[in-house]
């Protein structure tokens, strides 16, 4: 049971993390950077949109990271991780080069396959963006087989806009309706003025045939099922991704309860019709 | 003794073939672990005699409450569910999953060796059976499966105990547990105490312990010892400290969110977590991890954990559930109600546990009943969103 057994079968034990070297690292805000990791051995697992990885900073401990790179590129897993405790403190002084240790991938993925054919919203608020992220990237590959697509992104001030250079060049594209606002403007900032979910009654959408997913703080993520129920898009038809405290990823700590649901293996990302009963109350 | 035992077979043991039994596992190969008296409280340890039972024993329990007494009569198993329960030895409080070493271009995972020791659990109630046969669901149903708790749990020899006396906290019935073992044991016993004479009616629940039930001196029943073990049982279940009214409870705890109980409960509840380390169901853990003094290798270890603490829920910028209401609510509807949609049973057994150890006397029949009796009073403000 050496550690030769964990190249041979990555996955027989799902405790156990793989080793990782850090490729690149790109500083994205003040206190924001995205990790590439590369397997040390064998082929990077394959990931659907969504998806998220537990990484491991040597002798610190484990996090769960939400995975924002794209799902058609082969060879690293592309992680942006903000510091805001000691493991992502940790991750997130990570240097070329350094190791670290990874798990997954885990959970459920957008239904970026079934909403082939329908309206797409993506309504992203802060970091919510980056488990986005890998379906945007798979929407607009393919982009023919979806009808109208809005990205709708908000942040608290212009100096948290996430992925600045890639919403610049989405926002070119003629095919994209791409909105991002920001909640405090300062005087650098020209663009929209308010909360994202306000976004979403100024877009052009078939409610009844429209897929919406939705990722942010979770008093955002709320006014957004409310504007998009509003509009007459079906709880069943907008997705959202949960965040909870999470210590396997494998359903077996607990941890990541929301009602029945484990958030680790049954979301992170669930239809609202899922958890609607339970998403309004506090502190579940 | 060519007498074929198979699953269900039924013989009478002198209480001498208790030492008889103990020896039997011992020979082949199992670590006994079985009930003994210890720090005032009936405990399970290793056992290598009859002699290490708590004979003359008997507890009393209520909200709260433990202690032991003497009893007259010597039985061995004249107890109720005391504040361990067999959860420490199949999932036990840490465990090291693996460790990492520093190397000078990085750091290399091993995993750790899992020693599995054969065990035996001698005295495993009815209720307890039923808390395995929910931790294997929890564990081992998958999409994962936590192989080491499979592993251990392949090993086990277990010999249950039908009550014969249910303590002041007792509800198995409730929860359709109990008193008698039905399924989940290798060999169990009824203890047939008639004032002249001691002795055990043995009932056999699998090959293992039909083999083993074969190497012991034993007797053919009669109608008479079927009768009195019948009596034991019918008695016990006359007995329950506690009443649980389950009908619809999951529906009317879902529908009772935000109902003011969970308040008025967080003034007496400490948060201590007592509850979930007594409760043989709770299997939720954390992770720490320890680094050596040199910075050069590091341990990742799983301990229980309990949904009282703050910290369970802690994301970052905050605990999701920061109140005690939140806390207690999380507990008790995953007991009754969520473990039900996540698992297909609650995850109550009626031991009592929770109730007699809890410091400040929470009962959750009583918390469980007083959302029943005022069911109306808030379920139309739920009902929104």
């Known amino acids: 049971m050496g550690e030769a057994d964990l190249s041979l079968a990555p996955l027989s034990d799902p405790f156990v993390p793989e080793l990782y070297r850090t490729v690149r690292v790109t500083r994205e805000l003040r206190d924001t950077v995205t990790l590439e990791l ?61 190791a670290a240790g990874l798990r997954g991938p885990f959970g459920t993925s957008w239904p970026v396959e079934g909403a082939e054919g329908s309206d797409v919203v993506i309504v992203a608020g802060g970091l919510g963006l980056a488990p986005l992220r890998p379906a945007i990237y798979h929407i607009l590959a393919n982009r ?8 709708l992104y908000g942040c608290r001030n212009p ?35 308010g909360v994202v979910p306000s976004l979403i009654k100024r877009t052009a959408f078939d409610p009844h045939d429209t897929v919406a997913m939705v990722c942010g703080p979770e008093i955002m993520m709320r006014y957004s099922m409310n504007a998009l129920r509003g509009a007459g898009v079906s709880e069943k038809r ?47 | 003794m060519q007498d074929t035992m198979t699953a269900g077979s039924k013989a009478v043991l002198s209480s001498d073939a ?27 340890d290793e056992i290598a005699s009859s002699g290490d039972l708590p004979a003359g024993f008997r507890d009393r329990q209520d909200a709260g409450r433990y202690g032991l007494e003497p009893r007259e009569d010597g039985a061995f198993f004249g107890y109720a569910a005391g504040p361990q329960s067999w959860k420490r030895f199949l999932h036990p409080p840490a465990q090291t999953l693996w460790s990492a070493q520093k190397t000078p271009d990085g750091f290399t995972i091993s995993r750790e060796e899992v020693s599995v020791p054969k065990l035996a659990f001698l005295g495993v109630r009815a209720c307890d059976l039923d808390a395995i046969a929910i931790q294997d669901r929890v564990f081992c149903e998958g999409p994962y499966r936590d192989e080491a708790y499979a592993t251990r ?59 083993l039930l074969a190497e012991l ?89 309990s949904c009282f603490t703050l910290d369970f829920s802690y994301v970052h910028g905050g605990a999701v559930r920061t109140s005690g209401a939140a806390r207690y609510r999380q507990w008790m509807t995953h007991k009754l109600a969520s473990w039900i949609d996540q698992f297909g049973t609650p ?27 005022s069911q109306c009073v808030k379920e139309e403000s739920d009902g929104g969103a």
């Open chain 1, 38 to 98: 590369a397997p040390l051995s064998g082929k990077r697992p394959a990931f659907e949109p969504g998806q998220f990885n537990m990484l491991y900073a040597f002798g610190v401990g484990e996090s769960a990271i939400s995975i924002s790179g794209d799902p058609a590129e082969e060879g690293t897993f592309v992680h942006t991780v903000r510091n805001v405790g000691a493991v992502s403190k940790a991750l997130s002084a990570l240097e070329a080069g350094a």
């Open chain 1, 144 to 151: 023919d087989r979806y009808g109208r697509v809005s990205i």
């Open chain 1, 159 to 193: 100096g948290d806009i996430l992925y600045r250079h890639e919403l610049e060049q989405w926002r070119q594209r003629l095919d994209v309706d791409l909105t991002v606002t920001v909640d405090h403007a300062d005087a650098s900032w020209h663009g929209n003025a």
């Open chain 1, 238 to 284: 907008i997705y959202l991704s949960m965040e909870r405290n999470m210590k396997c990823a494998i359903g077996l700590c607990g941890h990541c309860q929301f009602g029945p649901e484990f958030v680790c293996k049954d979301g992170p990302v669930v239809p609202y019709s899922k958890v609607a009963r339970i998403f309004a109350l506090r502190e579940i």
């Open chain 2, 18 to 44: 208790l030492q008889a039994l103990i020896v039997a596992l011992a020979r082949q190969g199992y670590t006994v672990l079985g009930p003994r008296v210890r720090d005032g409280a009936i405990v399970y």
């Open chain 2, 153 to 211: 749990r392949a090993n086990v020899f277990i010999v249950a105990v039908n009550c014969s006396q249910a303590g002041g906290t007792c509800f198995c019935v409730s929860m359709q547990s109990g008193p008698k073992a039905d399924t989940g044991f290798d060999l169990s016993l009824t203890e047939l105490l008639d004032g002249t004479q001691h002795r055990f009616l043995a009932e056999v629940g699998s090959e293992a312990g039909a083999a």
């Open chain 2, 217 to 305: 001196p034993h007797e053919p029943t009669t109608g008479a010892h079927l009768a009195a073990a019948d009596a034991i049982i019918d008695n016990t279940a006359k007995q329950m400290g506690r009443h649980l009214d389950t009908d619809g409870l999951k529906e009317l705890l879902q529908a009772s969110l935000s109902h003011p109980r969970w308040e008025e409960v967080a003034r007496r509840c400490l948060s201590c977590g007592n509850c979930t380390m007594v409760c043989p169901t709770c299997f939720c853990t954390t992770v720490e991890d320890h680094t050596s003094l040199d910075g050069f290798s590091a341990t990742h270890v799983k301990k229980w954990d």
């Open chain 2, 347 to 373: 995850g109550c057994v009626g031991c009592g546990r929770c109730i007699t150890w809890c410091p400040t006397g929470i009962d959750i029949t009583e918390e469980a009943a007083a959302i029943r009796a």
